[in-house]
């Protein structure tokens, strides 16, 4: 069983800053990728930053220069960074998990998503 934990969001003025923290636990082999993903009212979900095994990172054109993510291998843990933040970035963000399991011989992926931790930026 895999858990993604998020923390971090809150509310904060416009030009401020947070950090979103996702901690997976579990039985996890290895991990392929991280990302966090952004979904607004009436809005489609969004890909906001990922992180990938080697170290590699995109990002939304949107959040570029604003937001950094990073990691913490040890402890299976990904941070997103958000400076400058704006009342566009509310929104509730979640984190999302590639990992690979080991199990009765045999390595498979799956996709997990966190519950979500609201960001909201007031003007």
């Known amino acids: 069983q895999v858990q993604l934990v998020e923390s971090g969001g809150g509310l904060v003025q416009a030009g401020g800053s947070l950090r979103l923290s996702c901690a997976a636990s579990g039985s996890i082999f290895s991990i392929n990728a991280m990302g966090w993903y952004r979904q607004a009212p009436g809005k489609q979900r969004e890909l906001v930053a990922a992180?990938?095994?080697?170290?590699?990172?995109n990002y939304a054109d949107s959040v570029k220069g604003r937001f950094t993510m990073s990691r913490d291998n040890a402890k299976n843990t990904v941070f997103l960074e958000m400076n400058s933040l704006k009342p566009e970035d509310t929104a509730v963000y979640y984190c999302?998990?590639?990992?690979?399991?080991?199990?009765?011989?045999?390595?498979?992926?799956?996709?997990?998503w966190g519950q979500g931790t609201q960001v909201t930026v007031s003007s």
């Open positions: 992180i990938r095994s080697g170290g590699s990172t």
């Open positions: 999302n998990a590639d990992l690979t399991h080991y199990s009765g011989g045999y390595y498979y992926t799956k996709y997990y």
